[in-house]
């Protein structure tokens, strides 16, 4: 891993203390951290509960580029508001993954005392217990000899379901099927692009237009307008059309240029367009009142789970009942999607 600072080489740490084991990349020249989901938690093991939850509302003025992912590759991190704060770190939506310019550590640790209910003190306990007690028996080495790469889906949260030996019509690698919120689409490992059907954007939109949130039109217009939009003839072949090629189209009033093919009517949309759209969804629910919006979302919960008045994180398969719940739910409750995504995120892997 190269520091996305100043390029230096990383150097890995793996402490084993008694209770644990807190692996981290640091760069030795500018002290930037790379901490992998979970590290974060683990260093501030005196803190109760996760500190891991970031707000996904979209930070504004953001004055410096977005960084690459150390481990994902092609996706950007995100600037978060650390736990609802008014820090703002990087994070990877897609491993959940933080980067910490260096000196960001001890802002971090500042913003813990201020807001957390905490035991201990936050990360001076971590360094007083765990970094300086267990120094010698720390294990360090080069970063490169640690180093892994996460698999990006196209789409957040899709399962990989089988191989197709249909071909991306973007960069010429095989299309995979992808399963997500019920609905089976092809995407490309590579280019992270996917190809829906005819009707598949359209049952995605009915999903959407069911729930609770009759506000969320806005992609009726959309839909409608692809076959009238001013066309552009792409180069592009339709993946499931022999020697079709497809159709370049501006997608309803957006600037999101999709892929058109006028034979099946099926749309290909290039890495990013579809959270482009997930994106301005947020957008739209983030200008209702957040508290009519956290009732909403609270009932919902509630209604699902039907237990008793568990607090959530006291729900022992909280994880397995969250991954079902972001299959079946997702996309007629999009406020869910985000809340739970993040509450997923949250919960280790096992
Ligand atoms: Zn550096
Ligand atoms: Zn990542
Ligand atoms: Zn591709
Ligand atoms: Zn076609």
Request: aromatic share 8%; proline share 4%; with cysteine.
């Amino acid at each position: 891993m190269k520091c996305l600072n100043c390029n230096t080489e990383m150097m890995n740490h793996l402490i084993q203390t008694k209770k644990d084991q807190i692996s981290y990349d640091i760069c030795e020249a500018c002290g930037s951290l790379w901490l992998d989901r979970g590290e974060l938690d683990k260093m501030a093991f005196q803190v109760n509960g996760s500190i891991e939850y970031c707000s996904t509302d979209k930070v504004k003025d953001t004055s410096e580029p977005n960084k690459e992912c150390p481990r994902c590759k092609g996706t950007t991190l995100d600037k978060v508001y650390f736990i609802g704060s008014e820090l703002t770190l990087d994070r990877c939506r897609n491993c959940g993954g933080f980067w910490l310019d260096g000196g960001e550590l001890d802002l971090v640790n500042k913003e813990l005392q201020d807001i957390m209910p905490i035991k201990g003190k936050g990360f001076s306990e971590f360094v007083n217990n765990a970094h300086l007690p267990y120094w010698y028996k720390r294990v360090r080495r080069k970063s490169t000899e640690t180093d892994f790469i996460v698999e990006v889906p196209p789409i957040k949260g899709a399962k990989l379901e089988s191989e197709t030996e249909y071909i991306c019509p973007a960069c010429g690698f095989k299309l995979n099927v992808y399963a997500v919120f019920k609905i089976k689409i092809e995407g490309c490992p590579k280019c992270k692009g996917i190809f829906l059907d005819k009707d598949e954007l359209r049952r995605l939109k009915d999903k959407i237009s069911q729930g609770t949130w009759q506000t969320l039109r806005w992609m009726d217009d959309e839909v409608e307008a692809v076959e009238k939009a001013n066309a552009m003839p792409s180069k592009r072949l339709c993946p499931k059309c022999n020697q079709i090629k497809m159709i370049s189209a501006t997608f309803g009033d957006s600037k999101i240029i999709i892929d058109w093919c006028p034979k099946c009517h099926g749309l290909w949309l290039d890495q990013d367009e579809f959270q482009e759209i997930t994106d301005n969804l947020r957008d739209k629910l983030n200008k209702l009142s957040s508290d009519e919006m956290k009732k909403k979302v609270f009932e919902e919960i509630k209604e699902i789970w039907s237990g008793p008045e568990a607090k959530i994180s006291e729900i022992l398969d909280a994880k397995a009942a969250i991954s079902t719940l972001i299959n079946v739910k997702i996309f007629e409750h999009p406020a869910l999607f985000s809340t739970l995504t993040e509450l997923s995120s949250r919960i280790p892997i096992r």
